[in-house]
């Protein structure tokens, strides 16, 4: 059974950072790309960032790019995502989902319960 | 950047009813890249057809999707209890935003 376990969120000042994780498990995590997606409090779904089964390349959303990196250790079968120069709008839930192959991204087959991160003085 | 505009916004339906719900593209796209999810509160969202008319694994065939160009339909026949909830439609592209999700459309018991 494939299961995405996030930890990390939080509140943290505008400005601050924050790390999450995402750890996997019922699958062969070095084998598919990996995706953030998150959701504002009451809104709809915005994706973040996406990286490939090696973590050779990564992919941003314009509002997060030069803010957030994502990252991944398949020896842990882990999935991060580091949030640097938080601000009030990246209040949200994020969410870890899998992506159904390597180097796909059409769409998230699973996903994570989230983990919330606010973004507050 | 191609938007997915869903309509309606809220569909109140009885259990036993038919839901058609709607996504429209800004742009023409590959149905190979529109996909539909389902969110119920408190929950994660969850894979229901991908490739715009293949079910997800496990998701029954009272489900079902279809359309081309710009304008999709989620259909569920004979709504169940547990069907009330979020839907939303997403489209994959190549250069960035990788997905972009539509507004929603909720749902509801009338």
């Known amino acids: 059974e494939v299961q995405l376990l996030e930890s990390g969120g939080g509140l943290v000042q505008p400005g601050g950072s924050l790390r999450l994780s995402c750890a996997a498990s019922?699958?062969?995590?070095?084998?598919?790309?990996m995706s953030w997606v998150r959701q504002a409090p009451g809104k709809g779904l915005q994706w973040v960032s996406s990286?490939?089964?090696?973590?050779?390349?990564?992919f941003y959303a314009d509002s997060v790019k030069g803010r957030f990196t994502i990252s991944r250790d398949n020896s842990k079968n882990t999935l991060y995502l580091q949030m640097n120069s938080l601000r009030a709008e990246d209040t949200a839930v994020y969410y870890c989902?899998?992506?159904?192959?390597?180097?796909?991204?059409?769409?998230?087959?699973?996903w994570g319960q989230g983990t919330l991160a606010t973004v507050s003085s | 950047e191609i938007v997915l505009t869903q309509s309606p916004g809220t569909l109140s339906l009885s259990p036993g009813e038919r839901a058609t719900l709607s996504c429209r593209a800004s742009?023409?796209?590959?149905?190979?890249?529109l996909a539909w999810y389902q969110q119920k509160p408190g929950q994660a969202p969850r894979l229901l057809i991908y490739?715009?008319?293949s079910r997800a694994t496990g998701i029954p065939d009272r489900f079902s999707g279809s359309g081309s160009g710009t304008d999709f339909t989620l259909t569920i026949i004979r709504l169940e209890p547990e069907d009330f909830a979020v839907y939303y439609c997403?489209?994959?592209?190549?250069?960035?935003?990788?997905?972009?999700f539509g507004g929603g459309t909720k749902v509801e018991i009338k």
């Open positions: 997403q489209h994959y592209g190549s250069s960035a935003p990788m997905l972009t």
């Open positions: 742009q023409s796209v590959s149905s190979s890249y």
């Open positions: 490739a715009a008319s």
């Open positions: 019922g699958f062969t995590f070095s084998s598919y790309a």
């Open positions: 990286i490939t089964a090696s973590g050779r390349a990564t």
């Open positions: 989902a899998k992506n159904p192959s390597s180097g796909s991204y059409e769409f998230a087959d699973y």
